[in-house]
């Protein structure tokens, strides 16, 4: 599933890899497969973007396109239910054109069966007729690219995962590199910002620019509202507080959960379907949307009994601190 943030504003998103921060080894290797292909006159091979939602893997997706100078069509996993539905997409493809498939671990088994003989052999088995007289013939597909994009690669079968020749996963931002999109950002928005004010911002957005994006937004209504017009570091300060998001980044819910296996289950471990139930929230969105980055600042584990927080954690939301046994540190 979808983070929770709301979809980023396509106004936003960079144009091609001249534009893209962040994710340096990606986009230095993108460069050169994409130069490759070109100068062959081939398709790019398919790729697959792999990450926690809001790092960028759709708006990759669309600079590779324009890079390759071809059109992109997109689809949804959860979306193409049927295997006719798959097989129309295909057949309707151009030459070197790109295929973006989201949440690409969503694609229903007995679906992704069609991808395997048209990533690999650029064919599709169709069947003519019906009952006894019905004939399968091999339908010839233009040599094209899939782009699949996931957070949960994991989840991904691996005769699909072995049909891509490019694989690229995705990190979590540093705060220098939020501040480049959220400087470029604000220019597109018409906001007036200070450079302290974005910083502030960009050290409190989990690493995504997907929500640096969208809380810049609430700071133009901040700002418009309750100052002067400009995101300055007091405003922003004001602003992130009345939202709820701390000095870490992280926000209500991300607190809940800490507190959670902290209080209620004795810091742990405890399962996933359990600390759903008890949050009253999808299993999904939580080990999606806040685990990753719960996990990526150490205030989190995952072990095979379940989760635990950390003594990071711990005193992250201001309990004591203890060992293995219990005792304080």
């Not at 806040?290 to 989190?300: C, K, R, T």
């Not at 954690?313 to 304080?328: E, M």
Request: hydrophobic share 40%; charged share 25%.
């Amino acid at each position: 599933m979808n983070s929770s943030d709301e979809p980023a504003d396509p106004a936003l998103r960079p144009r091609d890899l001249g534009e893209f921060v962040g994710q340096g080894k990606i986009v230095e290797n993108l460069r050169v497969y994409v130069r490759a292909a070109l100068n062959r006159g081939e398709s790019l091979d398919h790729v697959l973007l792999s990450g926690p939602p809001g790092l960028g893997k759709t708006s990759l997706a669309y600079i590779i396109a324009e890079e390759m100078g071809v059109d992109v069509r997109t689809a949804s996993g959860p979306s193409i239910e049927r295997k006719g539905d798959l097989a129309a997409v295909l057949s309707s493809l151009e030459p070197r054109q790109i295929l973006f498939i989201d949440e690409i671990h969503r694609l229903p088994r007995a679906t992704e069966e069609v991808l395997y003989p048209a990533m690999e052999d650029f064919e599709i088995d169709v069947v003519l007729g019906s009952g006894p007289g019905a004939q399968s013939v091999k339908l010839p597909l233009p040599r094209f690219t899939l782009v699949g994009a996931t957070t949960r690669s994991g989840m991904l079968s691996a005769p699909l995962r072995a049909r891509f020749g490019i694989h690229a996963t995705f990190d979590f931002y540093t705060a220098e590199e939020l501040h480049q999109i959220l400087q470029r950002s604000a220019v597109r928005m018409e906001v007036v910002a200070t450079p302290s004010g974005l910083k502030e911002l960009a050290r409190r957005s989990r690493g995504t620019p997907r929500i640096a994006n969208r809380l810049l937004r609430r700071m133009r209504d901040f700002a418009e509202v309750e100052g002067d017009g400009t995101v300055d570091e007091p405003l922003a300060r004001r602003a992130l507080e009345r939202l709820e998001v701390d000095d870490a980044g992280l926000d209500a819910m991300d607190r809940r959960i800490l507190e959670t296996v902290a209080i209620k289950f004795s810091g742990g471990p405890v399962g996933l379907d359990t600390l759903a139930a008890s949050l009253g929230e999808s299993a999904d969105t939580i080990e999606e949307a806040s685990e990753p980055f719960l996990l990526q600042q150490g205030f989190l584990m995952r072990t095979p009994r379940g989760r635990v927080v950390t003594p990071r954690g711990r005193a992250h939301i201001g309990l004591p601190v203890t060992d293995s046994q219990g005792s304080l540190l």
